[in-house]
């Protein structure tokens, strides 16, 4: 019998996986020696990144939907039966429809999801973007904004870490070219020490607010919305008014983690080199799903796919493990609506943003065309 290769999750980390599977096992899986299945919730192929811009009205839906099929390799058998359980002593996926897959080999990559329910009042009185239609409610109400107070408020944990200060950066360059220069304030609130989880980012975020007027608070945890009094409410007693209030919601992973007993809140203990679950060699972990300390983003997964599609290749040609991650990200950071800068780091090099440029800001959106090569695994 060949080697049987299940990959649970059809988001970037899923699909670069498969992708890189089919052109470095094309021969076995050819021969039959090697079947990689994917099991995915939805037929569609959705590029969260874009949903930010789609608050910003600069990127529609067919621009970051596409058919799952349509990207991935065609010796890649897709099935759109979401898993509902792991058996990870029996090697065993079950799907939704009752069918099982064994596997020798096992791929998790379930994502993350927002939980805004877990806020009392946020889903009533908050917008945000990290799901479509959240997007394109807060793109609404951006357009229908008259003055006030726009308040944006971290909640944690959750994905793509720079977002919510590209957002403020934005929204700042968005009014004060507009009619509304000098009829708005922004209010932006962390529930660390500082700005942002990483040191360096936030002494940069924090001399950019300053010189924007944009104010701050920190240690502020976000315990509930009174969505009638708009007002935001933090753990640490602070009570702050809002006219706008753009929320980013806390994160879970999948229930499927939790419901198969791999790791509390859906995150699934996992070797920061190798990319395996701790105790288990044969099950990579990639993308939100692990627990490692690094942020929660699409440059992150798409390097954990690199790595753990090529331990993968490198096990089944040659029963050799593969190379280590390094903890390797890479984000654009927009810093308005047409500058933009970068930060790069791993584990042992700490990130240091860079002068804000329109060619950063143009290599970002070039990249957001470029994306589905990179989920072909060609780019």
């Avoid at 708005?184 to 989880?197: D, G, K, S």
């Avoid at 699409?298 to 029963?319: R, V």
Wanted: aromatic letters at 10%.
């Amino acid at each position: 019998m060949g080697k049987r290769i299940v990959i649970i999750g059809g988001g970037t980390g899923g699909t670069i996986v498969a992708n890189l599977l089919a052109q470095g096992l094309r021969t076995e899986m050819r021969r039959g020696d090697v079947t990689v299945n994917m099991l995915s919730a939805s037929d569609k192929h959705v590029y969260q990144p874009g949903f930010m811009y789609v608050a910003f009205g600069r990127m529609q839906d067919d621009e970051i939907i596409r058919d799952q099929r349509s990207i991935l390799d065609s010796l890649v058998n897709l099935y759109v039966d979401p898993a509902v359980k792991i058996d990870i002593e029996g090697q065993t996926v079950t799907a939704k429809s009752g069918r099982s897959f064994p596997y020798d080999y096992l791929v998790i990559a379930t994502g993350s999801r927002i939980v805004p329910e877990e806020i009392p009042g946020l889903k009533e009185g908050a917008h945000w973007f990290y799901d479509l239609q959240g997007a394109k409610k807060l793109r609404k109400a951006l357009k229908e904004f008259e003055g006030g107070r726009i308040v944006i408020a971290v909640g944690v944990p959750h994905k793509c870490p720079v977002a919510p200060l590209e957002v403020t950066f934005m929204i700042d360059d968005l009014f004060s070219n507009s009619h509304l220069k000098g009829k708005y304030e922004l209010f932006y609130t962390y529930p660390i020490a500082r700005v942002h989880a990483l040191e360096p980012v936030a002494h940069w975020a924090v001399k950019a607010f300053e010189r924007r007027g944009i104010q701050y608070e920190t240690f502020f945890n976000i315990e509930k919305v009174d969505p009638e009094k708009k007002q935001l409410h933090s753990e640490e007693g602070s009570v702050i008014d809002y006219d706008l209030l753009i929320a980013i919601p806390p994160h879970k992973g999948a229930p499927l983690i939790e419901d198969s007993g791999l790791g509390a809140d859906g995150w699934i203990p996992t070797d920061k080199h190798t990319l395996t679950m701790k105790g288990k060699e044969n099950v990579f972990v990639v993308g939100d799903t692990t627990n490692i300390p690094i942020s929660k983003a699409g440059s992150t997964t798409h390097f954990e796919a690199d790595t753990a599609a090529e331990s993968l290749i490198c096990l089944i040609k040659e029963g050799c493990p593969g190379r280590r991650y390094d903890g390797k990200v890479f984000c654009f950071v927009e810093t308005g609506m047409d500058k933009g800068t970068y930060v790069w780091f791993n584990y042992n090099t700490p990130p240091n943003p860079g002068e804000p440029s329109q060619m950063i800001h143009w290599f970002k959106l070039a990249y957001n065309r470029l994306y589905w090569l990179s989920a072909r695994g060609i780019l």
